[in-house]
C-alpha cells in the first residue's frame, strides 16, 4: 500500500514533442505528491508538486496531471528541450503517514533526440 | 543562499568496515533526510532529523544510524558494511517537518563497497 508506481521506464521524445510520464498509487493517506528531477552526478530537484484539492498544476512546461478517483497522477513536459534529458521521479507522502518521509517511484529516464 | 551540502562525495570502504557521511543542510532548515539510491531499489527513505531527535525511521536494518546536532548537520553512520551498501547515499534538508515543507537534495555520496 506504500508504493508508487510509475511508468514508463525509460521514454524517448522528439525535441519540440510532449513528454508524460505516469504513476498511481494505493494509498489514499497520500495528499502531496511531487515530481523530481535529476541529473547524472546529481541530487533529485524538485521540479513541481500538487495537492489533491486540484486536478492540474501548471509551472512553464511543466503540467501534473492528478485524478483523484482513479489514483493516479502524470507529468507533461509540454515542448520538450535536449535540457529535459534526465531521470524524472514522481512521489508521495502525507501527513502522520507512517514511517515514510517521501516514497518514490522507480524512475523514468526521458531522452529527448533532437 | 548555499545548497545542501555532503561530505564527501566518493568514498571506498572494505567489507566488514564502518563508515560515516556527513550532511550540511541549508541555512535555516532545520529537518534532515537521509535516504540510499541504488539502481535496483530506487530511492528508499533512510530517516529524519529534527531538533536533534530522530522523528521518522525506514525500513533499514540498525547498522544503519544517524544523529543531528544543535548547528542541524547531520552524520549517518553504516557499521559492518555489506557489498549490498554500495549506493549513493543523498541527504535533503527543509525548513520544517512536514510534507508541505519541500526537500531540498544534496549530490549524494557515492558509496563503494568492495
Known amino acids: 500500500q506504500q508504493q508508487v508506481k510509475q511508468s514508463p521506464q525509460s521514454l524517448i521524445v522528439q525535441k519540440g514533442g510532449i513528454s508524460i510520464i505516469n504513476c498511481a498509487y494505493e494509498?489514499?493517506?497520500?495528499?502531496?505528491f511531487p515530481w523530481y528531477q535529476q541529473f547524472p552526478g546529481k541530487g533529485p530537484a524538485l521540479l513541481i508538486a500538487i495537492r489533491p484539492d486540484v486536478s492540474e498544476k501548471k509551472e512553464g512546461r511543466f503540467t501534473i496531471s492528478f485524478n483523484k478517483s482513479a489514483k493516479q497522477f502524470s507529468l507533461h513536459i509540454m515542448d520538450s528541450q535536449p535540457g529535459d534529458s534526465a531521470t524524472y521521479f514522481c512521489?508521495?507522502?502525507?501527513?502522520?503517514?507512517?514511517?515514510?518521509?517521501?516514497?518514490f517511484g522507480t524512475g523514468t529516464r526521458l531522452t529527448i533526440i533532437p | 543562499k548555499a545548497g545542501v551540502t555532503q561530505t564527501p562525495r566518493y568514498l571506498i570502504k572494505t567489507r566488514g568496515q564502518q563508515v560515516t557521511l556527513s550532511c550540511s543542510p541549508i541555512s535555516g532548515h532545520r529537518s534532515v533526510s537521509w535516504y540510499q539510491q541504488t539502481p535496483g531499489q530506487g530511492l528508499q527513505f533512510l530517516f529524519e532529523y529534527f531538533s536533534e531527535t530522530q522523528r521518522n525511521k525506514g525500513n533499514f536494518p540498525g547498522r544503519f544510524s544517524g544523529r543531528q546536532f544543535s548547528n542541524s548537520r547531520s552524520e549517518m553512520n553504516v557499521s559492518t558494511l555489506e557489498l549490498g551498501d554500495s549506493a549513493l547515499y543523498l541527504c535533503?534538508?527543509?525548513?520544517?517537518?512536514?510534507?508541505?515543507?519541500?526537500?531540498?537534495f544534496g549530490p549524494g555520496t557515492r558509496l563503494t563497497v568492495t
Open positions: 535533503a534538508s527543509s525548513l520544517d517537518v512536514g510534507p508541505s515543507y519541500e526537500q531540498y
Open positions: 512521489a508521495a507522502s502525507g501527513p502522520n503517514f507512517g514511517n515514510e518521509k517521501l516514497t
Open positions: 494509498n489514499t493517506a497520500f495528499d502531496y
